[in-house]
């Protein structure tokens, strides 16, 4: 699996995710592995940890540390984090949008949950680059 990603240092966030080859759409590529934690038992997330935390549909959440973890924000991404369905405990995968050339960085829509908008824009900013970068890694809908 880990044949199709590479990691390597990115100029959007310390290291990031790469494709070590041309990639279609929808290929699954690694999973999303770290320390998990119960429902309603979150850890004390560090500035870092927020963004390497991944809460899971059924309440529960993993603190990542595995190669996923390394993925980027963007605003316009080329992969997906997604459940993997009838898993349980759920496990979720970094999954290709669409087509990605050897060398691109993978990047995905965090949609962070953050507690205000002020916070989302001063502390969550993005620069990612993308056309329609929307200024911040938050979730927007949740304001
Ligand atoms: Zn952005």
Redesign the pocket.
């Known amino acids: 699996m880990a044949a199709n990603v590479i990691a390597k240092r990115s100029k959007l966030h310390g290291r990031g995710l790469f494709a070590a080859r041309d990639l279609d759409a929808g290929v699954r590529l690694i999973e999303y592995k770290g320390t998990r934690y119960p429902k309603g038992e979150l850890p004390d997330l560090g500035d870092d940890g927020v963004t390497r935390f991944l809460r899971l549909s059924d309440g529960t959440g993993i603190d990542g540390t595995g190669w996923a973890a390394l993925a980027n924000?963007?605003?316009e991404p080329n992969c997906e984090l997604a459940e993997e369905e009838g898993s349980d405990p759920p496990r979720a995968y970094l999954y290709t949008l669409r087509a990605v050339k050897k060398g691109e960085e993978l990047v995905w829509d965090y949609r962070l949950e953050v507690a205000s908008r002020a916070d989302a824009y001063a502390d969550w900013t993005?620069?990612?680059?993308?056309r329609g970068?929307?200024?911040t890694?938050a979730d927007p809908a949740q304001f």
């Open positions: 924000h963007g605003c993005c620069a990612c680059g993308a970068c929307r200024g890694m």
